[in-house]
């Protein structure tokens, strides 16, 4: 059976599409809306809070039912439903409510998507990079788009752009055909036996790390930038060549799979990742260092990301794949960015951005650290499926 690599890709690129007008300018519309620092560091966390819990509820509804593509057809339609509720409301209270009920079911879409990715590859998983770069580019021609057009218009306009794109998510997953894991494996190993190995709790961990460091960018860049007077055109572009990075970085990540082992290119991501926030932390005054900074997103988010997605698959396998897939996002994603969103929210305006970026350094240590001491030891474990 065939890749369907045009549909696989182009829901990639709507999800992304929708995160490029969501990520970069929530946090100004809920300022514009009046919400303080701490206010809107708890509701991102209560966007990413819900990976927690969500994930994991997909997922195991995902391997036991073999109906992946349904689950996230039927989480897609319901995130477009809940978004909606952001036209009718305005205090502090209904937008936590209206944020749980839209995360809880955003969030459930992509780990499974990931997952059937990797079923539809097979034994290809190598050519993952060049599907998922999709979504990059989504996510580029939004969020300067979005930049653009927020510079003419008010930001009462934002929700109305973001419901048209999960609108157009939810529609390409309904042509995307239904992928199911191989029956014949003879994989018996247990889900609670994979995770007892030191190793797994140790990747755990150090994702989490990553995305408490992510968490300062993430909920607050936007407002960063604005706070040092550039336009949200410029914006826009300072988020979009983050991910053009990751872009380039996809269309060489096959061969630099092929040369380099999974643990040296985590662990150089790692090390670029505290570069990128140190430079974020001093130099905010400085274009062209923000433009260099940019630049390591390739490292911090597109090299890590891909490893992440290629570990999943190496500890997991293909009957835990589903599960797999959401722990990482729930402990990633979900519990790391939480606590980034909270730890930036409550230090923003206490303790300055400075202090907040250079925190995010810090996590990075710590994940390097534990990569370095516990993550693929072994000669010859760590290296991709070709």
């Given at each position: 059976m065939s890749v369907p690599y045009w549909r696989l890709s182009g829901f990639y690129f709507f999800y992304f599409a929708t995160l490029g007008g969501f990520l970069p300018y929530w946090s100004l519309y809920l300022k514009h809306a009046g919400f303080s620092a701490v206010e809107i560091g708890e509701l991102s966390a209560l966007l990413v809070g819900t990976k927690i819990v969500a994930p994991n509820i997909w997922g195991w509804m995902a391997d036991h039912s073999g109906k992946s593509l349904r689950i996230i057809r039927v989480a897609c339609f319901f995130a477009v439903v809940f978004f909606s509720g952001f036209l009718f409301i305005a205090d502090y209270?209904?937008?936590?409510?209206?944020?749980?009920?839209?995360?809880?079911?955003?969030?459930?879409?992509?780990?499974?998507?990931?997952?059937?990715?990797?079923?539809?590859?097979?034994?290809?998983?190598?050519?993952?990079?060049?599907?998922?770069?999709?979504?990059?580019?989504?996510?580029?021609?939004?969020?300067?788009?979005?930049?653009?057009?927020?510079d003419s218009h008010d930001l009462t306009i934002l929700p109305q752009v973001i419901i048209v794109l999960l609108a157009l998510m939810w529609l390409t997953s309904l042509i995307t055909p239904e992928a199911r894991a191989s029956r014949l494996s003879a994989d018996t190993i247990g889900?609670?036996?994979v995770l007892k190995q030191p190793e797994v709790a140790a990747f755990l961990v150090v994702y989490l790390l990553i995305q408490m460091a992510h968490g300062p960018y993430y909920v607050f860049y936007s407002i960063?930038?604005?706070?040092?007077?550039?336009?949200?055109?410029?914006?826009?572009?300072?988020?979009?060549?983050?991910?053009?990075?990751?872009i380039v970085l996809f269309l060489l990540m096959q061969r630099l799979l092929r040369r380099f082992s999974l643990?040296?290119?985590?662990?150089?991501?790692?090390?670029?990742?505290?570069?990128?926030?140190?430079?974020?932390?001093?130099?905010?005054?400085?274009?062209?260092?923000?433009?260099?900074?940019?630049?390591?997103?390739?490292?911090?988010?597109?090299?890590?990301?891909?490893?992440?997605?290629?570990?999943?698959?190496?500890?997991?396998?293909?009957?835990?794949?589903?599960?797999?897939?959401?722990?990482?996002?729930?402990?990633?994603?979900?519990?790391?960015?939480?606590?980034?969103?909270?730890?930036?929210?409550?230090?923003?305006?206490?303790?300055?951005?400075?202090?907040?970026?250079?925190?995010?350094?810090?996590?990075?240590?710590?994940?390097?650290?534990?990569?370095?001491?516990?993550?693929?030891?072994?000669?010859?474990?760590?290296?991709?499926?070709?």
């Open positions: 209270v209904q937008f936590a409510v209206v944020t749980v009920g839209f995360s809880f079911f955003w969030n459930a879409a992509l780990p499974q998507f990931e997952a059937a990715t990797l079923f539809h590859l097979r034994q290809e998983a190598h050519r993952y990079s060049k599907i998922r770069l999709w979504g990059s580019v989504g996510f580029i021609l939004t969020v300067v788009g979005v930049g653009r057009l927020l889900i609670f036996q960063f930038l604005k706070d040092y007077h550039y336009s949200g055109t410029l914006t826009g572009l300072l988020w979009s060549l983050g991910v053009f990075a990751e643990r040296g290119i985590l662990l150089v991501s790692i090390a670029l990742s505290i570069v990128r926030w140190l430079l974020i932390a001093g130099y905010a005054d400085h274009f062209v260092v923000l433009l260099a900074a940019q630049l390591l997103h390739a490292a911090s988010f597109g090299a890590t990301h891909v490893v992440a997605i290629h570990l999943v698959d190496f500890y997991f396998g293909h009957r835990h794949q589903g599960k797999g897939q959401a722990l990482y996002s729930s402990l990633s994603f979900g519990l790391g960015g939480m606590l980034g969103s909270l730890y930036s929210g409550y230090f923003w305006e206490l303790l300055g951005p400075q202090f907040v970026y250079t925190l995010a350094a810090g996590c990075c240590v710590l994940a390097f650290t534990i990569t370095y001491v516990w993550i693929g030891r072994r000669p010859g474990q760590m290296v991709a499926s070709n």
